[in-house]
């Protein structure tokens, strides 16, 4: 005896299987793509960890500046001593740090800048351009002048970043 199946069910499951599993794939693709094709903008993060990075470098806990950057002028070497990388600071940088020491009656006492210098300018009207990242920071300090006398002073620390990443 031969008992025969009914395959009608079968053919119908199998088409809309496939056409189910197409969606899927079409949908995760989509999604895939949508998600590589964001661009990432984390310049803000850039410039506050490089803000807080050089402070943390040339200030203690305690308020001191630190000696060498107070002494030294414009032999100071803020890369060795901050660990900071000089090659990503040269010609056509994406970023810029000036970092002003002043003194009780707002006298320059030393300054280190370094980076795509007309970002200084540009931060003053970046409240009308979103195409570059600044962050601005003042902080009172101690310091010990050159004849070794306690002073106050003014750190102040700006930071700028036209780096703009992708995905891709």
């Given at each position: 005896?031969?008992?025969?199946?009914?395959?009608?069910?079968?053919?119908?499951?199998?088409?809309?299987w496939?056409?189910?599993?197409?969606?899927?794939?079409?949908?995760?693709?989509l999604?895939?793509?949508?998600?590589?094709?964001?661009e990432?903008n984390?310049?803000?993060?850039?410039?506050?960890?490089?803000?807080?990075?050089?402070?943390n470098?040339?200030?203690?806990?305690?308020?001191?500046?630190?000696?060498?950057?107070?002494?030294?002028?414009?032999?100071?070497?803020?890369?060795?001593?901050?660990?900071?990388?000089?090659?990503?600071?040269?010609?056509?940088?994406?970023?810029y740090?000036?970092?002003?020491?002043?003194?009780?009656?707002?006298?320059?006492?030393?300054?280190?800048?370094?980076g795509?210098?007309?970002?200084?300018?540009e931060?003053?009207?970046?409240?009308?351009?979103?195409?570059?990242?600044?962050?601005?920071?003042?902080?009172?300090?101690?310091?010990?002048?050159?004849?070794?006398?306690?002073?106050?002073?003014?750190?102040?620390?700006l930071?700028?970043?036209?780096?703009?990443?992708?995905?891709?």
């Amino acid at each position: 005896m031969i008992i025969k199946k009914d395959k009608k069910g079968s053919e119908v499951f199998s088409i809309w299987w496939f056409i189910i599993i197409s969606i899927i794939s079409v949908v995760v693709c989509l999604m895939i793509l949508r998600f590589y094709s964001n661009e990432i903008n984390v310049s803000d993060a850039e410039v506050k960890l490089l803000s807080n990075n050089i402070r943390n470098c040339l200030v203690d806990e305690s308020g001191f500046v630190n000696d060498d950057f107070v002494l030294s002028g414009d032999n100071f070497n803020i890369f060795s001593e901050c660990h900071l990388a000089e090659n990503i600071f040269g010609t056509g940088s994406s970023f810029y740090f000036n970092v002003s020491l002043f003194g009780e009656n707002q006298n320059l006492v030393n300054m280190a800048r370094k980076g795509q210098y007309a970002f200084e300018g540009e931060c003053e009207l970046s409240k009308l351009s979103s195409d570059i990242t600044c962050f601005s920071k003042n902080q009172e300090v101690l310091y010990y002048d050159k004849d070794g006398v306690l002073r106050n002073g003014t750190l102040t620390i700006l930071t700028a970043s036209k780096n703009k990443g992708s995905r891709k």
